[in-house]
């Protein structure tokens, strides 16, 4: 599959691989406000556990899965929708970036074995935003995100039949945010060991 132009002549694809993690987005006092508001609405949350990933070869937009998540609350909605932030990511990207929603979500990876398998996003999270807000073990590759930005054209399928070619891991320590092209590049979380656990604010965001 070919990469849509709008994200392959990006200014952030061509130069960053179409992914990055940043520092102070948001300020350590908003992220310790997000902190606060995913444990505050943990008790809320759903457990998630699909066996299979939906058989579509190139999105996966269902992936299986273990974790718990939530819809954020009003921090979170202030964080997505804040117009600095805004210019921030059109500005990391060169295109008109806009929330693709309301607000986003919490993800509690808490248990032994909670993963996230490969896929790519959904069609309204082109841009996808994950804020790490508490992490038990950041040093670890297990139960951390792991990107593939040189297989963008690659089935899900033959990433996963030899997902150690061109991984990317992604360490980040509480208060770091992950900005990716989400609907393009595929993507893992890989099981928690060793009683990690890991809190993150996921937010999305179309493009154009």
Known sequence: MEIPKIIEQSKFFKEQGGYGVFENFP???FANALLDESLE????????????????????????????????????QQFYHDQLGLEFLCDLTGLKVSPSGGTGSYSYYIEQDAFLDFH?????????VITTLSDSSPGSEHGSLHVYPERCSETLADIRADSAQNKQVVHTTAGQTVVF?????????????DDRQRIVSIMCYTIS
């Open 120 to 128: 790519r996003d959904v069609d309204n999270c082109q841009l996808a």
């Open 181 to 193: 092209f989400g609907g393009i590049i595929p993507h893992t979380i890989s099981p928690i060991v």
């Open 27 to 29: 300020v350590p006092e």
């Open 41 to 76: 609405l943990y008790d809320q949350s759903v457990r998630q556990v699909k066996t299979e990933t939906d058989p579509d070869v190139y999105k996966g937009e269902n992936p299986a899965r273990i974790l718990r998540s939530v819809t954020a609350g009003p921090y979170q």
